[in-house]
């Protein structure tokens, strides 16, 4: 709820939440408490109980109507109403009740945003009782729509309820790639900034701008990895080294070169200074490492990228060879744009680097971009 909510509030849209508890709200975001919606109350528990053993509550239809009264004024008012695993949960069935019956009065504006299904889980079987208010969580209810976090929900949904399947929508939930790395809050900024989330693969170089680093030939590998459809970004780490005037003129020879790449980011071009934590932030993000130098001392970025487990293509020079081994993938020092691409594509070609980007693909920003803002905002029925 809090992601959708701030992905709205992000788009101009004012977003109010209702709960019966809970943490406090994103910023910018208002929190409506009404406790007859917690599901966690004494009250609410103690009728659940009742249910469960086949009594219908004496307070239950006292209930539901407080909870129209409360909620009348905050639906009426409100273009979407999404609601969370309410209407197919035995959680709080005067809830149920109440917006199933707000939803018929006003059809599409009320969205069953559903993670759960309790006609499919054995521990929930003592709700599985003919009559009301049981049989409320197995219906579609009139005016609801219905979006499943999988396609399993969907088709469950579905079976249960006679609901074509074409008519349920299905988003999936998201993931905080950067919390879930342990990102720094300076290294979340910086992922933003970058809209690294969308990329696929993502390619570091964290070298100096010098011309013996060849950055321009990780850009062509770039630039031929989109042309074979692939959304890659290259991010490149480092200022302008500084014991050579000629690298100045390299900068604006790569920057030019970066303009004509889509998903291209030499930092040094773009005027972003950063410290080293936020290039560890990246060494956690990225998918593979490009190194593609036609001189070095020491290999370096090969052992940090390998603290992280990332996949290298490097050149096969003896200094890259003797602090790298058999592990890298080696290219030639003069490797082609092509080259390097076809280089990286092997390295993406394991099971554990698949997951990554199928990861990466759930993460919140897409998710809520591309999957959740679209259902929430389509036009009604």
Not at 177 to 185: D, Q
Not at 363 to 369: F, T
Request: aromatic residues 4%; contains cysteine; charged residues 25%.
């Amino acid at each position: 709820m809090g992601a959708h909510a701030e992905c709205l509030r992000d788009e101009g849209i004012n977003v109010t939440i209702v709960a019966g508890r809970g943490r406090p709200a994103p910023r910018g975001v208002r929190v409506t408490r009404i406790p007859e919606a917690d599901s966690r109350g004494a009250a609410i528990e103690r009728d659940r109980d009742a249910l469960a053993r086949g009594e219908r509550p004496k307070t239950y239809d006292a209930r539901v109507e407080r909870l129209m009264r409360r909620l009348r004024p905050l639906v009426e008012k409100s273009d979407r109403v999404v609601v969370h695993n309410v209407m197919t949960m035995p959680f709080n069935f005067a809830l149920t009740a109440a917006l199933a019956r707000l939803a018929a009065t006003d059809p599409g504006k009320v969205i069953a945003w559903t993670h759960d299904i309790a006609a499919f889980d054995p521990r929930y079987d003592p709700y599985d009782r003919p009559g009301t208010p049981c049989d409320l969580i197995r219906q579609a209810h009139t005016g609801v729509r219905y979006v499943t976090v999988s396609g399993l929900r969907a088709d469950q949904w579905s079976q249960l309820t006679g609901l074509p399947r074409e008519r349920i929508s299905v988003v999936p939930n998201g993931i905080d790639v950067a919390r879930t790395l342990g990102l720094s809050r300076a290294g979340m900024h910086l992922a933003q900034r970058l809209g690294v989330y969308d990329a696929d693969p993502l390619l570091l170089q964290p070298v100096r701008v010098t011309r013996r680093k060849r950055i321009e030939a990780a850009i062509e590998a770039t630039k031929i990895l989109r042309e074979r459809g692939q959304n890659a970004m290259l991010v490149v780490t480092g200022g302008v080294g500084p014991h050579d005037v000629k690298n100045r003129a390299y900068l604006r020879e790569l920057a030019a070169l970066a303009k004509q790449v889509e998903g291209t980011k030499l930092l040094a071009a773009l005027g972003i200074r950063i410290a080293y934590d936020q290039v560890v932030d990246l060494y956690a993000l990225a998918d593979v490492l490009v190194f593609p130098s036609e001189s070095e001392g020491f290999g370096l970025p090969m052992l940090e990228a390998g603290l992280h487990r990332m996949p290298i293509v490097c050149s096969d020079i003896p200094t890259l060879r003797e602090t790298g081994g058999d592990e890298p993938i080696y290219v030639p020092p003069d490797a082609s744009g092509a080259v390097i691409a076809q280089a990286i594509e092997r390295a993406m070609d394991t099971a554990v680097m698949g997951m990554r980007r199928r990861a990466r693909a759930h993460a919140w920003p897409r998710v809520l971009r591309e999957r959740v803002l679209p259902v929430i905002l389509e036009d009604r029925p």
